[in-house]
C-alpha cells in the first residue's frame, strides 16, 4: 500500500483508516495508493485525496474550520488528525457503499475519546450523540462507549497507588490465532525452574521499589501464557513472595486442563480472589481447529472445581475462530449462560501477523462475526451482564472488539490497565513496566527482555531499568 501525503505526523493514521477498507494490503509498492495534500491556513484545513485501486481512481475533498482553544498546540494537533481521518472514511465508506461499526475511529482505545469528548466538555448524557456525530461510530458502538465508562466507577487517579503483573509466557500448546510472545512448555521445561528463580529476584526487588517509593499495591494479576502451566509446588514458591493486602488478587489459570486441586488449593492459600478459566469455545471440533489440547468436558470440570473455592470466575470466548459457525457459538453462549461465570469477556477472533491463522487466513461468511457479537452482547445483557471494559485490535473480524462484562465483581486490574490510570510494575519476560504521572498527563514505560533465555540471563539490567524508572 502506497500512502503518500504533505502532513507526515498522521501517515500511521491514514494507513489505519485505508486498512478498514483494504485489509489483506500491507505497506509495499503495490495498490491501493493513496495521495493525501493537506492546506492548512490559520485555522481553516482543507484535506485533498485522490486513492488509486484496482476499481480505478477517485477523488474526495473536505473542508474544515477547526476551534483553536486558547492557542493549545496539543488539541490543535488532535482536532487537524481526526478530522483527516474522518474525511478520508467518508471518502472510503462512499466508495465502497459501506459503514464500519466504529466509524473513523481506529485505536485500542475507544472509551479514551469517549473521556476526552467528556473532559471538553460533552455531557455524560450527549455521549453517544457525540461520538455519532464526530467519529460516526453506529448507534450500538457509541451506546457500547457509553455503558463501559458509566460501569467504570472504579477508576482512581493517584500515582501513589500502584499495580503489579507478573508474567509467566509458557503455554502448554500454541494456540493457532495466538500472537503473544509464549512458549510451548515441552520447549522450555529445562529452564522452568531457572525462570522461577530470575522471576522471584525480580519480584523481590520490585518489592523494594514500592517499599521505597511508599506506593500502596491497589491489585496483583499474574498472566501469560498460562500460568497453571506450572506445578503446585511452583505456584506456592512464586506465591510466597506475594504477601500484599490487595483489593484484587488474579491467577489466569487459562487452560482447563492446567487445572488441579492441588493448584486451586494453593491458589487459595495465598489469598488469590480472582481466576480466569478460557473455554474459547464449547465446540470440541474447533477446540482441536485452534490447537487447544483440553475439551469441552474438561472445561466443565474445571468450572466446577473450582466453585468450592469462591474465587470471581472469569471465562473467554472467542468469536470468529476457523470453519465456527454462528449454530456453534450460539451454543458457546447459552452454555456459558449455564454455567453462570461472574466475568464474561467476548473477544473477536483478530488475525495477527505473528500467528499460526496469518498463514492461511480463515474464510468468514459476510457480517457473521458482526451477528455472533451481536447475539452474545444480547444474551449477556438479558441475563445481568453489563460492560465493563473494551478494547479493539487491529485486523479483528468484521471490525468488532473485545468487552469485559460483569455482574457484580468488575476486574479492577482490567479498567486500570486499559484506561492507563495507575503504574504498573511488571514482573518476568515480555512484561511492560508503566510509570504513569496523572498530573502531567504522561505515562513512560519500561520493557523486559521478551525471550525466557535473554530475561534469565539479563535480569540485573532489568530489574536496574525499572528501578531507574520508577526513581
Known sequence: MIIETNYDAIKNDL????????????????????????????????????????????????????????????????????????????????????????????????????????????????????????????????????????????????????????????????????????SRYDAVKDIVEDYLTALIKDINATKKIIQDNAFVLRTIYIGGGTPTVLSAEQLDRLLDNLNYPVSEFTVECGRPDTITKEKLDVLKKHNVTRISINPQTFNDATLKRIGRKHTVKDTVMAYKLSLGYDFVVNMDIIAGLPKDSLTSFKKTVDTLMLLAPDNVTVHTLAIKRGSLLNEDKPKTENKLVDKMISYAENVLHDNGYKPYYLYRQKNQLDGQENVGYYKEHICLFNVDTMEECLSVLACGAGGISKRVYSLDNRIERESNAKDIKQYIERIDEMIDKKTKLFS
Open 15 to 182: 494507513y489505519d483508516v485505508m486498512h478498514l477498507y483494504y485489509p489483506d494490503a500491507i505497506l509495499n509498492d503495490e495498490l491501493p495508493s493513496l495521495k493525501h495534500k493537506m492546506i492548512h491556513d490559520k485555522n481553516d484545513v482543507t484535506n485533498l485525496y485522490v486513492v488509486e485501486d484496482s476499481q480505478g481512481k477517485f477523488e474526495f475533498s473536505e473542508h474544515r474550520t477547526i476551534d483553536q482553544k486558547n492557542g493549545d498546540a496539543l488539541d490543535e494537533k488532535r482536532q487537524i488528525k481526526r478530522f483527516a481521518k474522518l474525511s478520508l472514511y467518508k471518502m472510503l465508506s462512499k466508495h465502497f457503499d459501506k459503514n464500519m461499526p466504529w466509524g473513523a475511529l481506529t485505536g485500542v482505545r475507544p472509551t479514551k475519546i469517549g473521556y476526552d469528548l467528556i473532559n471538553q466538555g460533552v455531557p455524560p448524557y450527549l455521549l453517544q450523540q457525540a461520538l455519532m456525530e464526530n467519529f460516526l461510530l453506529s448507534s450500538d458502538k457509541a451506546r457500547l462507549v457509553e455503558m463501559v465508562i458509566q460501569n467504570q466507577k472504579c477508576i482512581i487517579r493517584n500515582d501513589k497507588l500502584v499495580d503489579l503483573y507478573i508474567n509467566i509466557p509458557i503455554c502448554p500448546t500454541r494456540c493457532s490465532y495466538c500472537s503473544f510472545i509464549a
